[in-house]
């Protein structure tokens, strides 16, 4: 059993910069996995922010790209997501989530394993 626990969220202005970290542990194999990033904004269903694979493919939904980037160091079982220029619209509980497949899909039943959240709050 994998445990995924997010971590580096908080309060921050529109136009900056935070990172978001997940580590990684329990029965899986980090590496084998692809991992994504998911965010659920107050009132609304849970979306797909990015995703990593195994074999380092990247995809990023439309509303970050050139914003946000997401990276995997295999070697310490942790996930980032390096979030830049934030806008209010970016508030959101970020979520990080893991697949045992090397595929990437969008939605969130495609995900074996999730964290419990972290919050981010971007104000205007």
């Known amino acids: 059993q994998v445990q995924l626990v997010e971590s580096g969220g908080g309060l921050v202005q529109a136009g900056g910069s935070l990172r978001l970290s997940c580590a990684a542990s329990g029965g899986g194999t980090f590496s084998s996995m692809t991992m994504a990033w998911f965010r659920q904004a107050p009132g609304k269903e849970r979306e797909f922010v990015a995703a990593?694979?195994?074999?380092?493919?990247?995809y990023h939904t439309d509303s970050v790209k050139g914003r946000f980037t997401i990276s995997r160091d295999n070697a310490k079982n942790t996930l980032y997501l390096q979030m830049n220029n934030l806008k209010p619209e970016d508030t959101a509980v970020y979520y990080c989530a893991a697949r045992d497949a090397d595929t990437i899909v969008l939605a969130s039943t495609g995900y074996n394993y999730w964290g419990q959240g972290t919050e981010v709050t971007v104000s205007s």
């Open positions: 990593k694979t195994i074999k380092d493919v990247t």
